[in-house]
């Protein structure tokens, strides 16, 4: 099967190709430009998912579409905002789709999503699914809670900062839980998918087997890196909810009311998905170990 990937050069992008590639499967990936970095059976669009017309006729051919654009924080000075990459790039990945005769399509959205969310990142993202939900196409929709692998961000970030200085500030209490799940899984279940006609018009919360607090993360990402568990002061919540508003203009600085809000919510969710794809994900410990010791 030909697949065109959307929002396939990042993290989750590397990952999820070479899932496809080990089942087979070739690759139309859509770039901006293109990169000398790629091999295997991959074939190279130069387009922009905000702008139907520069990519519709690449994706001419292929038998599905997967969807992995998305963006976790908005730079509208730079033209990046929720409702161009999430809005009008899933509703011209369903025309190219529907245009080119493809019936099989799958999206990456996210945990939390839901109509009624605080944040604008959910919000978006629950109507970029109503799109797809709306479509005459054969979707399936994965919502993963934080994704870990070789290489994210977020727990690179904190590994990082811990290599530097034994102390890691806490907003709150710190007791809101994640259940990241390994980048290889979640390439699994989209791969997997595609061969799964039950799959069809579902929607799937992903989490990994392990529930953690946030304060418990850092001490486990400092105990693989072979560190003591760090000093963690506690910046109090009310003090923050005054300072992101105003400090999250900058981009440099490292969150935002949105994130702020999310990572309140907390991340988790049960273990339904593993009944329909059948495989026990990776444990975090593990997961982690094995790039963490690498850097």
């Known amino acids: 099967m030909e697949i065109f990937i ?80 999430h809005l009008q790039a899933t509703a011209n990945l369903l025309t190219a789709a529907s245009r080119n005769g493809i019936s099989r399509y799958l999206q990456m959205s996210a945990l939390g999503t839901r109509p009624n969310a605080v944040s604008a990142y959910h919000r978006s993202k629950w109507q970029a699914e109503e799109s797809v939900r709306g479509s005459q196409l054969e979707w399936t929709i994965f919502r993963p809670s934080l994704i870990f692998g070789r290489h994210d961000e977020f727990i690179n970030m904190l590994a990082s900062q811990l290599r530097l200085v034994p102390a890691m500030p806490v907003i709150g209490t710190g007791t809101y839980r994640l259940q990241p799940i390994h980048a290889d899984d979640v390439a699994r279940c989209f791969t997997e998918a595609l061969a799964m006609p039950k799959t069809i018009g579902q929607t799937y919360e992903l989490c990994g087997p392990d529930r953690v607090r946030y304060i418990d993360l850092i001490d486990l990402i400092a105990s693989v890196l072979k560190r003591p568990a760090p000093f963690k002061p506690h910046i109090p919540l009310a003090l923050m909810k005054i300072i992101i508003p105003v400090m999250q203009k900058i981009p440099q600085f490292p969150i935002t009311t949105d994130q702020l809000q999310m990572l309140l919510e907390e991340s988790i969710c049960g273990r339904e998905w593993q009944e329909t794809f059948g495989f026990t994900p990776r444990g975090l410990r593990e997961g982690i170990a094995e790039y963490l010791h690498k850097t």
């Open 6 to 85: 959307a929002g396939g050069t990042g993290f989750v992008g590397e990952h999820l190709i070479t899932a496809l590639l080990g089942r087979g499967h070739s690759v139309r990936l859509l770039v901006h430009r293109r990169t000398p970095r790629l091999s295997g059976d991959i074939t190279v669009v130069e387009g922009d998912v905000t702008r139907l017309e520069s990519f519709e006729q690449g994706a001419s051919g292929c038998q599905a579409v997967i969807n992995l654009t998305g963006i976790i924080r908005e730079f509208p000075g730079r033209g990046i905002t929720f409702d161009k990459l």
